[in-house]
């Protein structure tokens, strides 16, 4: 049984900006070469053991086909100092190779676009694609990581808006 919700899509997207996010930006490469580019918030760890990770993707995204055909994906953790690749990444009407041509990057494993400045990278192949509502759920069997030690906080995403996360002072 299904009951209809006492609220709107917009007062629960206002709810849930109330949760800060961290900021990645997703990159794919499909075996016939597409590539997609794209900024993305909902990401979480998975496993350890084996290494997972996942990212949610809406199918109204003009993604939505290449990421969901895509044999290699990669997901890179963004710091704020990079908040024009998240805003370039988000840019409707782009296409990932536009998006890609306004940013550094390198092919890794599989040919994935990596940028090479970002502090933190996991990359895979896609393990599993879940259809929950009108996303879908990504899990990627990570088999690749980098990481660029910084002191510089994360990009992150709260009520609408980018920010930064307030670190606290060490003794």
């Known amino acids: 049984m299904t009951t ?5 899509s917009t007062q629960f997207r206002r709810v ?4 800060p996010t961290g900021v990645t930006a997703v990159t794919a490469r499909t075996a016939d070469g597409r590539v997609a580019a ?3 918030n909902s990401f979480t760890s998975v496993s350890l053991d084996p290494a997972k990770v996942l990212f949610c993707l809406a199918h109204s995204s003009s993604s939505f086909q ?11 953790i963004l710091s704020q100092e990079q908040e024009d690749v998240a805003r370039r990444f988000a840019t409707s009407g782009l296409s990932g190779e536009e998006r890609l ?11 994935v676009p990596l940028l ?8 895979g192949h896609p ?11 990504i899990l990627v069997a990570v088999d690749h990581v980098h990481l660029k030690p910084s002191e510089t ?7 609408g808006r980018f920010t930064t996360p307030v670190v606290a002072a060490t003794d």
Request: charged fraction near 15%; aromatic fraction near 8%; include cysteine.
């Open 4 to 8: 209809e919700p006492l609220f709107d």
């Open 16 to 19: 849930c900006g109330h949760f």
């Open 38 to 40: 794209l900024t993305v």
């Open 66 to 76: 290449t990421l969901t055909d895509a044999e290699r994906i990669a997901i890179h």
């Open 101 to 111: 041509g306004g940013v550094g990057w390198t092919p890794g494993p599989g040919g």
């Open 116 to 123: 090479p400045e970002t502090p933190a990278i996991l990359a």
């Open 127 to 137: 393990a599993e694609i879940i259809t929950s509502g009108d996303h879908v759920i």
């Open 153 to 159: 906080p994360a990009l992150s995403f709260y009520q």
